[in-house]
Protein backbone atom coordinates (compact mmCIF):
# COMPACT_ATOMS: atom_id res chain seq x y z
CA UNK A 1 0.00 0.00 0.00
CA UNK A 2 1.24 3.45 -0.69
CA UNK A 3 2.42 5.76 2.01
CA UNK A 4 0.10 8.67 3.94
CA UNK A 5 0.57 11.62 1.85
CA UNK A 6 1.76 14.42 4.22
CA UNK A 7 4.17 17.29 3.23
CA UNK A 8 7.26 17.86 6.13
CA UNK A 9 8.79 21.41 6.03
CA UNK A 10 12.03 20.20 6.30
CA UNK A 11 11.09 17.74 3.33
CA UNK A 12 10.59 21.70 1.17
CA UNK A 13 13.73 23.01 2.43
CA UNK A 14 15.96 19.91 1.33
CA UNK A 15 14.20 20.26 -2.12
CA UNK A 16 14.40 23.69 -2.63
CA UNK A 17 17.81 24.01 -2.20
CA UNK A 18 18.53 25.98 0.73
CA UNK A 19 15.53 28.17 0.58
CA UNK A 20 16.63 29.45 -2.95
CA UNK A 21 13.38 31.27 -4.49
CA UNK A 22 11.58 29.55 -7.54
CA UNK A 23 13.60 31.10 -10.52
CA UNK A 24 16.72 30.49 -9.64
CA UNK A 25 18.96 28.04 -11.19
CA UNK A 26 18.45 24.77 -8.37
CA UNK A 27 17.13 22.70 -11.14
CA UNK A 28 19.92 21.25 -13.15
CA UNK A 29 17.27 20.98 -16.52
CA UNK A 30 16.37 24.08 -16.75
CA UNK A 31 17.61 25.96 -19.93
CA UNK A 32 19.69 28.51 -19.95
CA UNK A 33 18.26 30.24 -22.45
CA UNK A 34 16.48 30.10 -25.84
CA UNK A 35 17.04 32.41 -28.46
CA UNK A 36 13.72 31.88 -30.27
CA UNK A 37 11.69 33.56 -27.17
CA UNK A 38 11.50 37.15 -26.10
CA UNK A 39 13.15 37.40 -22.95
CA UNK A 40 10.11 38.34 -20.66
CA UNK A 41 8.76 34.83 -21.95
CA UNK A 42 12.16 33.22 -21.48
CA UNK A 43 11.92 34.30 -18.04
CA UNK A 44 8.33 33.00 -17.86
CA UNK A 45 9.00 29.40 -19.10
CA UNK A 46 12.04 29.22 -16.48
CA UNK A 47 9.53 30.08 -13.63
CA UNK A 48 7.30 27.39 -14.97
CA UNK A 49 10.11 24.73 -15.37
CA UNK A 50 11.37 25.66 -11.71
CA UNK A 51 8.19 25.07 -10.29
CA UNK A 52 8.05 21.60 -12.09
CA UNK A 53 11.00 20.53 -10.85
CA UNK A 54 10.03 21.53 -7.35
CA UNK A 55 6.82 19.64 -7.31
CA UNK A 56 8.16 16.51 -9.15
CA UNK A 57 10.93 16.65 -7.12
CA UNK A 58 8.93 16.40 -3.44
CA UNK A 59 6.29 13.51 -5.18
CA UNK A 60 9.05 11.53 -6.07
CA UNK A 61 10.57 12.09 -2.24
CA UNK A 62 7.40 11.13 -0.46
CA UNK A 63 5.75 8.74 -2.63
CA UNK A 64 9.15 7.08 -3.46
CA UNK A 65 10.36 6.66 -7.23
CA UNK A 66 9.56 2.71 -6.45
CA UNK A 67 6.26 3.56 -6.34
CA UNK A 68 5.99 5.78 -9.42
CA UNK A 69 8.11 3.79 -11.28
CA UNK A 70 5.24 1.48 -13.06
CA UNK A 71 4.11 1.18 -16.53
CA UNK A 72 0.10 1.60 -15.38
CA UNK A 73 -0.37 3.68 -12.42
CA UNK A 74 -3.48 2.04 -10.66
CA UNK A 75 -6.56 4.50 -9.82
CA UNK A 76 -4.93 4.80 -6.44
CA UNK A 77 -1.86 5.81 -7.59
CA UNK A 78 -2.92 8.50 -9.19
CA UNK A 79 -5.65 9.87 -6.57
CA UNK A 80 -2.16 9.57 -4.30
CA UNK A 81 0.10 11.83 -6.68
CA UNK A 82 -2.67 14.76 -7.31
CA UNK A 83 -2.98 14.85 -3.61
CA UNK A 84 0.10 15.37 -2.85
CA UNK A 85 0.97 17.77 -5.83
CA UNK A 86 -1.98 19.88 -4.17
CA UNK A 87 -0.70 19.92 -0.90
CA UNK A 88 2.75 20.81 -2.33
CA UNK A 89 2.07 23.33 -4.05
CA UNK A 90 -0.27 25.19 -1.44
CA UNK A 91 3.00 25.22 1.04
CA UNK A 92 5.20 26.16 -1.60
CA UNK A 93 2.79 29.37 -2.42
CA UNK A 94 2.26 30.08 1.20
CA UNK A 95 5.52 29.93 1.41
CA UNK A 96 6.17 32.56 -1.37
CA UNK A 97 8.21 30.65 -3.52
CA UNK A 98 5.85 30.92 -6.44
CA UNK A 99 5.40 34.13 -8.52
CA UNK A 100 2.20 35.27 -8.45
CA UNK A 101 2.09 35.03 -12.89
CA UNK A 102 3.05 31.07 -12.55
CA UNK A 103 0.14 29.35 -14.16
CA UNK A 104 -0.76 26.61 -11.34
CA UNK A 105 -3.04 24.62 -14.24
CA UNK A 106 0.04 24.48 -16.39
CA UNK A 107 2.83 23.01 -14.15
CA UNK A 108 0.04 20.73 -12.52
CA UNK A 109 -0.83 19.14 -15.64
CA UNK A 110 3.08 18.80 -16.82
CA UNK A 111 3.74 17.35 -13.46
CA UNK A 112 0.72 14.66 -13.76
CA UNK A 113 2.25 13.74 -17.02
CA UNK A 114 5.88 13.40 -15.59
CA UNK A 115 4.78 11.37 -12.86
CA UNK A 116 1.76 9.05 -14.62
CA UNK A 117 2.47 9.26 -18.06
CA UNK A 118 5.29 10.25 -20.90
CA UNK A 119 6.03 13.60 -19.67
CA UNK A 120 6.38 15.80 -22.09
CA UNK A 121 7.28 13.54 -25.09
CA UNK A 122 3.45 12.24 -25.37
CA UNK A 123 2.20 15.19 -26.99
CA UNK A 124 5.28 14.99 -29.62
CA UNK A 125 5.10 11.49 -30.39
CA UNK A 126 2.26 12.01 -31.37
CA UNK A 127 2.84 15.02 -34.28
CA UNK A 128 3.58 13.69 -37.20
CA UNK A 129 5.49 16.21 -38.35
CA UNK A 130 8.39 15.67 -36.01
CA UNK A 131 10.62 13.75 -37.81
CA UNK A 132 13.62 14.33 -34.27
CA UNK A 133 13.37 14.40 -30.64
CA UNK A 134 16.59 14.41 -28.47
CA UNK A 135 16.56 14.68 -24.76
CA UNK A 136 19.89 15.69 -22.66
CA UNK A 137 19.54 16.52 -19.42
CA UNK A 138 15.97 16.90 -19.39
CA UNK A 139 15.97 19.47 -22.29
CA UNK A 140 13.93 18.47 -24.98
CA UNK A 141 14.93 19.92 -28.68
CA UNK A 142 12.71 18.83 -32.15
CA UNK A 143 13.24 18.82 -35.08
CA UNK A 144 10.62 19.37 -38.28
CA UNK A 145 12.15 18.12 -41.59
CA UNK A 146 15.46 18.23 -40.71
CA UNK A 147 15.20 22.00 -39.27
CA UNK A 148 15.34 22.86 -35.67
CA UNK A 149 11.92 24.14 -34.34
CA UNK A 150 11.16 26.31 -31.53
CA UNK A 151 9.27 24.36 -28.54
CA UNK A 152 7.67 26.59 -26.10
CA UNK A 153 6.47 23.47 -23.83
CA UNK A 154 8.21 22.85 -20.95
CA UNK A 155 11.06 20.15 -20.39
CA UNK A 156 11.68 17.18 -17.92
CA UNK A 157 12.10 18.17 -14.33
CA UNK A 158 13.78 15.60 -12.85
CA UNK A 159 16.02 12.49 -14.21
CA UNK A 160 13.75 9.86 -12.83
CA UNK A 161 10.98 11.44 -15.75
CA UNK A 162 12.82 10.41 -18.22
CA UNK A 163 13.85 6.91 -16.81
CA UNK A 164 9.91 6.36 -16.28
CA UNK A 165 8.70 8.06 -19.72
CA UNK A 166 10.89 5.63 -21.29
CA UNK A 167 9.96 2.13 -19.21
CA UNK A 168 6.36 3.31 -20.23
CA UNK A 169 7.07 3.80 -23.93
CA UNK A 170 9.03 0.65 -24.41
CA UNK A 171 6.04 -1.16 -22.82
CA UNK A 172 5.29 -4.53 -24.71
CA UNK A 173 8.46 -4.18 -27.20
CA UNK A 174 11.36 -6.90 -26.33
CA UNK A 175 13.75 -4.88 -24.78
CA UNK A 176 16.38 -4.27 -21.83
CA UNK A 177 15.19 -0.99 -20.76
CA UNK A 178 17.68 -1.18 -17.49
CA UNK A 179 20.95 -1.87 -20.35
CA UNK A 180 23.49 0.87 -20.56
CA UNK A 181 22.89 1.48 -24.15
CA UNK A 182 19.36 0.03 -25.92
CA UNK A 183 17.87 0.57 -29.21
CA UNK A 184 14.04 -0.01 -30.08
CA UNK A 185 11.44 0.66 -32.71
CA UNK A 186 8.30 1.93 -30.99
CA UNK A 187 4.77 0.76 -32.14
CA UNK A 188 4.61 4.21 -33.21
CA UNK A 189 7.54 4.03 -35.99
CA UNK A 190 9.97 5.66 -34.00
CA UNK A 191 13.53 4.73 -33.86
CA UNK A 192 14.77 5.09 -30.02
CA UNK A 193 18.50 5.06 -28.93
CA UNK A 194 18.88 5.90 -25.71
CA UNK A 195 22.35 5.98 -23.22
CA UNK A 196 21.58 5.65 -19.52
CA UNK A 197 23.80 6.94 -16.68
CA UNK A 198 26.38 5.88 -15.94
CA UNK A 199 27.09 5.84 -19.58
CA UNK A 200 26.10 9.06 -20.00
CA UNK A 201 27.11 11.24 -16.91
CA UNK A 202 24.60 14.03 -17.23
CA UNK A 203 21.76 11.88 -17.03
CA UNK A 204 19.41 10.26 -19.69
CA UNK A 205 20.16 10.35 -23.76
CA UNK A 206 17.51 10.25 -25.89
CA UNK A 207 17.27 10.30 -29.31
CA UNK A 208 13.70 9.43 -31.00
CA UNK A 209 13.54 10.01 -35.18
CA UNK A 210 11.00 9.32 -37.44
CA UNK A 211 12.45 7.28 -40.87
CA UNK A 212 11.97 9.61 -43.87
CA UNK A 213 8.95 7.68 -46.01
CA UNK A 214 8.46 9.61 -49.51
CA UNK A 215 5.59 8.97 -50.97
CA UNK A 216 5.89 8.49 -54.35
CA UNK A 217 2.54 8.44 -57.01
CA UNK A 218 2.26 6.40 -60.31
CA UNK A 219 2.88 10.00 -62.27
CA UNK A 220 5.69 11.02 -60.37
CA UNK A 221 7.56 7.70 -61.48
CA UNK A 222 6.67 8.05 -64.53
CA UNK A 223 8.25 11.96 -64.11
CA UNK A 224 10.96 10.08 -62.82
CA UNK A 225 11.73 8.24 -65.54
CA UNK A 226 11.18 5.16 -63.52
CA UNK A 227 8.71 3.57 -65.47
CA UNK A 228 6.85 4.39 -68.98
CA UNK A 229 3.77 6.07 -69.24
CA UNK A 230 1.71 3.00 -70.74
CA UNK A 231 3.25 0.84 -67.77
CA UNK A 232 1.50 3.07 -65.34
CA UNK A 233 -1.59 3.04 -66.97
CA UNK A 234 -1.27 -0.83 -66.95
CA UNK A 235 -0.72 -0.64 -63.33
CA UNK A 236 -3.50 1.66 -62.48
CA UNK A 237 -5.91 -0.56 -64.10
CA UNK A 238 -4.74 -3.26 -62.18
CA UNK A 239 -5.01 -1.78 -58.93
CA UNK A 240 -8.39 -0.91 -59.48
CA UNK A 241 -9.22 -4.06 -60.58
CA UNK A 242 -7.91 -5.70 -57.61
CA UNK A 243 -5.95 -8.14 -60.03
CA UNK A 244 -2.99 -9.77 -58.44
CA UNK A 245 0.26 -8.63 -59.32
CA UNK A 246 3.43 -10.76 -59.88
CA UNK A 247 6.75 -8.67 -60.18
Do not use: K
Amino acid sequence: SLPPVSVPTESLALVASGGQDVGSSSNPSVSSGRSSLPASDELRRSSLQECLFQLVSMVEHIVGIGELDVVAPTNELRETVARTVDEIWTELNDGGRIPADVDRETVRAAASRELLDRGPLGPLLDDEAISQIRVLRGEIRVHRRGNPASRDGLDFATDAGVARALRRMCDGIDVEVDASYFEATLDSGYELFVARPPASPDGHLVVLRQPYRERVSLNGLVRRGTISRGMATLLGHCMAARANLLV
